[in-house]
């Protein structure tokens, strides 16, 4: 069977068209089809070479479509997964899983039901700097992990949008859910289960509303333990400007410490180091800083794809387990979890 994956894109706005599209070009696939209602957003489709649907029945019916990547913004993203399931499409759905928890759950029920290949795009779990420091943990350079600590932030305004002329819905808790919180965290609360091999079981949560004048939260602190005892701080946050250092990713053991530097995103590059616990020498951990987590994830799931046994990457109960962690997160909070909320 040809390696090369047609895929179909449901939502072809900022992450579709700067990320994935690439994406999907440089692994060598090609992009069929997108479905989006916006004008613009078509026409962008339409220049990257894509037929161009007004609605998602157009481009389920589009048979060279057998990947759809979900990126609509976070409420709209169940009834598009339930509908591709049924249809027999493998799905890439963005994160959040869902706007609401409830909805999340409704999509893994989906899955279950249509036996469909479903993962969430979790693309940081195919940085190539966080897969080199995975091994380094897996080979137990960092002794017993004892702490995970994430800066991940940015600086979403009120007037800002990915898309001239569109809405910033990322700031409407009935679209996106909540705020950098449920914006943000996923990343973090993923990347410690891969890391780690083991999820966050218990979590706590302090949200804030200080430096944007909008509904929904703009920084977040999260603390959480797995069930073997590692702890996990994120400090997430829209209040962040873009110039500060707000990308870090460290990961502390007994006998080391890993730090990685710009390395979260959708971007290639960044840098690893690991410091030695015996001395506090630190030396350069070396990865591929030419490919995108976007690359890397689009190039996995067409393995998956073409390859069952290669879809351990992609697990919506797990995916399910991160959104239940990001409603707990504001409850404890005591802040609505948008519609959740409701
Ligand atoms: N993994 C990452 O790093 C990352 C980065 C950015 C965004 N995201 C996620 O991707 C999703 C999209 O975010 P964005 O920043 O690209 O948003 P965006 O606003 O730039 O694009 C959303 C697109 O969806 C389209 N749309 C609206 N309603 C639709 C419908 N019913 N059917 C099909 N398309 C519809 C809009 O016209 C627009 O083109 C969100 O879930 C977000 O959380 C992930």
Redesign the pocket.
């Known amino acids: 069977m040809d390696a090369s994956v047609g895929w179909g894109i ?8 700067d ?1 994935m599209a690439p994406g999907i070009r440089a692994a060598g696939h090609h992009l069929v089809a997108v ?4 004008e ?2 078509r026409a962008a489709a339409e220049a990257e070479g894509a037929r161009a649907h007004a ?2 029945a157009g481009l389920i019916a589009e048979p060279a479509v057998e990947a759809v990547y ?5 409420h ?2 169940r ?2 997964v339930e509908a591709l399931c049924a249809a027999g499409k493998a799905v890439l759905c ?3 899983m869902a706007a609401a928890l409830a909805d999340a759950e409704a999509m893994a029920a989906a899955v279950r039901k249509t036996g469909a290949f479903y993962g969430t ?4 779990r195919h940085h190539p700097g966080h897969r080199a420091m995975r091994d380094l943990i897996r080979a137990g350079r960092l002794g017993t992990v004892t702490a995970v600590r994430i800066v991940y932030a940015c600086w979403l305004d009120r007037a800002w ?3 001239r002329g ?2 910033n ?2 700031i409407d808790p009935a679209q ?1 859910g909540g705020g950098a919180l449920i ?1 943000l965290a996923p ?1 973090g609360l993923d990347l410690v289960d891969f890391l780690l091999g083991e999820p966050i079981a218990e979590i706590a949560a302090m949200t804030q509303a200080r430096a944007q004048d909008y509904a929904v939260d703009d920084g977040a602190l999260l603390i959480g333990r797995t069930g073997s005892g590692a702890l996990a701080q994120l400090n997430v946050a829209y209040n962040c400007p873009d110039a500060l250092p707000r990308r870090r990713l460290e990961v502390v053991g007994t006998k080391g410490m890993l730090s990685a530097t710009d390395t979260m ?2 971007t290639a590059g960044g840098s690893v180091t690991f410091t030695s616990g015996a001395d506090g020498r630190t030396e350069d951990v070396a990865f591929d800083t030419t490919a995108s ?2 690359l890397e994830q689009v190039r996995a799931f067409g393995r998956a794809l073409r390859d069952p046994a290669a879809r351990v990457a992609w697990d919506a109960e797990r995916d399910l387990h991160t959104m239940r962690l990001i409603a707990r997160a504001y409850a404890a909070a005591g802040k609505p979890a948008g519609r959740d909320a409701a």
């Open positions: 449901v939502g072809y706005g900022w992450v579709a068209r990320y479905a989006d209602p916006g613009t957003s609605d998602l979900v990126a609509t913004p976070n709209l993203h009834g598009a963005e994160k959040p795009a979790f693309d940081q949008t990915s898309f569109q809405d819905w990322r996106a914006d990343h995103g959708q987590p976007f």
